[in-house]
């Protein structure tokens, strides 16, 4: 079982007697270097030449400087830049200001896993990353609570590598609702697998394939994309809510039978391989390698898949019966 840490196993002052560097300022970023300055930590955000979130974190009251400079006066670097520029950031205005006894921390452990970074043996490597986005951990903070996160040390250069790692996750509120220690290899590993096989890729492709379905026999598009995209968060609801217990006694009999004996069959012994290759792919390293290639490549199948779906009957009726509704809101 998982071992959880609470208020009371951190030590806020660890992370207040240090200088933390923020880099970035977008959904994590945001969350952190607030609540990091609210907990009374010194805090600084490092942002590129350019950047659009500059002026929200200056009119937020913090201080913003280049990502250099703030590596330079900081001796905990947080890394919440996108992931696939991560390693570009750390060759660029990282590396050529740690210290030994600089600790770098991640909101997620691929660059790490990969070895897409390799930092010196003399700094300590950590990772806390709330299971939630940005708004809602500030939002939790600011109202006492928390979001739970979980926590990870890489390389415990100082030995006291994990401690640092509780402090900064009480900092931001993290440990009001536990915080779960796990490895950089478990978290991107299980990350990556959940992204790509259930929650977005298993899940989009669900939807695409149930509206298909009922489009080729011949019913409306319309009422394919209620039955099979619409109504998806009453499920997801239900099942955040309750587990698969909720949403099953949420549901009438007839819609539970679908889950024991229709969905076997959806779900069945060719896709449950499929997840395992899709698991290995992500274990051996070959995901990442080749979703970099891409994205250093401009990124030219991504915006062909992307363009494709854009245009697709799923999206043009979706976009139609989303304007019927006045509570669905595109902004959120
Ligand atoms: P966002 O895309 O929301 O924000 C990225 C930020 O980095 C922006 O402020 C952007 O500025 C800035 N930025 C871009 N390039 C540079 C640069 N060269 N130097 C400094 N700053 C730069 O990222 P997220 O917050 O979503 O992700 C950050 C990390 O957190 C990732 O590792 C991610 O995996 C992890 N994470 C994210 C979660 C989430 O809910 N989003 C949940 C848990 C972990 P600009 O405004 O100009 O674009
Ligand atoms: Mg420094
Ligand atoms: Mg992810």
């Known amino acids: 079982m998982a071992e959880l840490f609470y208020d009371d196993d951190a030590d806020l002052s660890i992370i207040q007697n240090r200088k933390v560097a923020v880099l970035g300022y ?116 600011e109202e006492g609570r928390g979001v739970p996160c979980i926590a990870a040390v890489e390389q415990d250069a100082s030995k006291s590598a994990f401690a640092l790692a509780l402090s900064y996750a009480k900092a931001i509120g993290g440990t009001r609702a536990g915080v779960i220690k796990t490895t950089f290899t478990e978290e991107t590993e299980t990350d990556l697998f959940g992204e790509q096989a259930v929650l977005c890729g298993g899940t989009a492709s669900l939807v695409k394939a149930g509206f298909d379905t009922l489009v080729e026999a011949g019913y409306q598009p319309e009422i394919a994309y209620f039955e099979c995209l619409h109504e998806l968060k009453l499920i997801v609801d239900l099942m955040y809510e309750g587990g698969l217990e909720k949403m099953r006694w949420s549901v009438s009999e007839t819609a539970e039978w679908g889950d024991y004996v229709s969905g076997p069959r959806i779900i069945n012994d060719q896709t449950r391989a499929e997840m395992k290759k899709i698991l290995g792919e992500i274990q051996d390293g070959t995901f990442a390698n080749n979703w970099m290639a891409e994205y250093k490549a401009g990124l030219p199948k991504y915006s062909e898949y992307k363009k494709a779906d854009e245009d697709s009957l799923l999206a043009t009726t979706g976009e139609k019966l989303r304007n019927l509704m006045s509570w669905v809101d595109e902004d959120k």
Not at 71 to 76: M, R
Not at 82 to 93: C, G, H, L, T
Not at 102 to 125: C, E, M, T
């Open 26 to 141: 977008g959904s994590q970023g945001h969350a952190h270097a607030l609540s990091l300055r609210d907990s009374g930590v010194d805090v600084r955000v490092g942002l590129h030449e350019g950047s659009k979130s500059r002026a929200k974190a200056e009119e937020q009251g913090l201080r913003v400087t280049a990502p250099a400079e703030a590596v330079q006066e900081a001796d905990v670097i947080m890394v919440l830049v996108p992931d696939p520029i991560q390693a570009k950031v750390y060759e660029e205005s990282i590396a050529p200001h740690l210290k030994d006894g600089d600790a770098l921390f991640f909101g997620h452990g691929l660059n790490i896993r990969y070895d897409f970074i390799k930092p010196p043996a003399s700094v300590d490597v950590c990772m806390v990353a709330p299971k939630g986005p940005g708004h809602l951990v500030r939002r939790q903070y």
